[in-house]
């Protein structure tokens, strides 16, 4: 069985901070990744993709995928309050169309 | 700009129902997606398709059917309601290709009474 691994959390942090969250995966066929925000209520929504080794910076954010290890993390510098949420880390199935979701890490952050 | 719609937000049926819960998509997609999200359980994927009249069952696909006449339009569904179907549906989309990104609706929270 194919698993995406997440802290459920909650996770948190003072406004301002740094918020790091963490996913490990269980496919050394995955080539895509993905971090999902979903607001209580609301639908996922795509914050960032990865699929090289390495950093990927987008404004406040940073994925970072190591796939040796067989992890993911997304870094979110000054934290706001309207980052509280729930993250989903997203990762391709090798070989196939689907994708698998962890179960996400609540982050609240405090102001 | 991005843009999954669902025909509903909110739906309440009855047990025995059948129900149709429809997506649309204005982005072109080849893949569309039909998901369920329960607590503490994730997303699961019910039902994929990679082009018009093309599906393929995914992790949960009992108790639900998939209709896709036209590119733009999946339809779900459920053809006898039951209380344990009572979730929320989410539906995505992306361009073909198994590692690109999925694009979702604003979702369907059903309720099976």
């Known amino acids: 069985q194919k698993e995406v691994e997440q802290n459920s959390g909650p996770l948190s942090v003072p406004e301002g901070a740094i918020a790091s969250l963490n996913c490990t995966y269980s496919d050394r066929g995955s080539q895509s990744f993905f971090w999902y925000r979903q607001y209580s209520g609301k639908s996922p929504e795509l914050i960032m993709s990865i699929y090289s080794n390495g950093d990927k910076e987008d404004g406040r954010f940073t994925a970072q995928l190591n796939k040796a290890s067989q992890y993911v993390s997304l870094l979110i510098r000054d934290s706001q309050p309207s980052d509280s949420a729930t993250y989903l880390c997203a990762v391709n199935e090798g070989g196939t169309y689907k994708y698998i979701f962890g179960t996400g890490t609540r982050l609240k952050v405090l102001a | 700009d991005v843009k999954v719609t669902q025909s509903s937000r909110y739906l309440v049926k009855r047990t025995g129902e059948k129900v149709f819960l429809e997506c649309v998509q204005d982005?072109?997609?080849?893949?569309m997606f039909w998901y369920r999200q329960d607590p503490g359980l994730g997303l699961r994927l019910i039902y994929f398709s990679y082009d018009v009249k093309m599906k393929e069952k995914g992790d949960i696909p009992e108790g639900y059917s998939v209709s896709r006449e036209k590119k733009e339009r999946f339809s779900l569904i459920l053809e006898s309601a039951s209380t344990n179907q009572t979730s929320m549906y989410l539906c995505?989309?992306?361009?073909?290709?198994?590692?690109?990104?999925?694009?979702f609706g604003p979702g369907t929270r059903l309720t099976v009474l």
């Open positions: 982005m072109d997609h080849e893949n």
């Open positions: 995505a989309s992306r361009v073909g290709g198994a590692y690109n990104e999925q694009f």
